[in-house]
């Protein structure tokens, strides 16, 4: 059983960077999946995270069976969204223990979200004693997946890789929230300055943000999922 911590908090950006760039050296355990791109990871956390969702109220699994379950789940699915940022950025060292680790690190930052979430499963926010409000659990499974892309444009931006270039915040086709805004006049940004990541929920929209990055090389960053 996971410990989860029930304070508060947010997404500091930079939390995974400064711990995961570590020495890639031991091998992934055996049938672990290395992804090709990030929509089919999300897709498929998504789904998972729904189904996990799904068996809280068809009475399969407890609320703390539950977050045990929904952490693994974000520590794998993180640790690919995480490979395939510093891909992206142009490390051609293959996926590693040090991603995993870096998975790792994510779950831990949403575990005090997730402790959130048992505790309101267990105080009966979803289920008024007769049925379950199925449309808000499924909607708050699906929030964990967007975070995908926040993990990516980190690795992404702080990779090694990334180092000799500038980043510009491009705003995306919807309404923007004033950090965006802020972050794409103050453009453009050496990669240790930068003071988010689009998708990683730290910024006023969370994970409505649909900005992406530009590299000064014209490398992209991860666009929102569609």
């Not at 500091?12 to 791109?37: D, N």
Request: proline share 6%; glycine share 8%.
């Amino acid at each position: 059983m996971h410990e989860y911590s029930n304070t508060p908090g947010r997404h500091y950006p930079r939390t995974l960077a400064y711990k995961a760039h570590l020495p890639h050296r031991k091998e992934l355990p055996a049938g672990f999946e290395v992804p090709k791109s990030l929509g089919p990871v999300f897709r498929r956390m998504s789904a998972t995270m729904k189904a996990l969702a799904e068996r809280v109220m068809a009475g399969d699994l407890d609320a703390q069976g539950f977050a045990d379950a929904a952490y693994d789940v974000l520590a794998d699915e993180h640790s690919r969204a995480w490979y395939l940022g510093r891909v992206r950025a142009g490390s051609k060292i293959p996926m590693s223990d040090a991603d995993l680790q870096a998975g790792r690190i994510a779950a831990d930052i949403d575990s005090e979200y997730l402790a959130r979430w048992r505790d309101d499963i267990l105080n009966g926010r979803y289920f008024d004693g007769e049925e379950w409000n199925q449309g808000a659990m499924l909607t708050r499974a699906n929030a964990y997946a967007l975070k995908l892309r926040g993990t990516a444009n980190e690795s992404f931006v702080t990779d090694p890789e990334s180092a000799p270039f500038s980043f510009n915040w491009k705003l995306g086709n919807s309404e923007h929230c004033q950090d965006c805004i802020d972050f794409a006049s103050l453009s453009p940004w050496q990669a240790d300055e930068l003071p988010s990541f689009p998708g990683d929920c730290s910024t006023i929209c969370k994970m409505g943000c649909n900005c992406t990055l530009i590299r000064s090389d014209g490398r992209q960053g991860f666009e929102p999922f569609t």
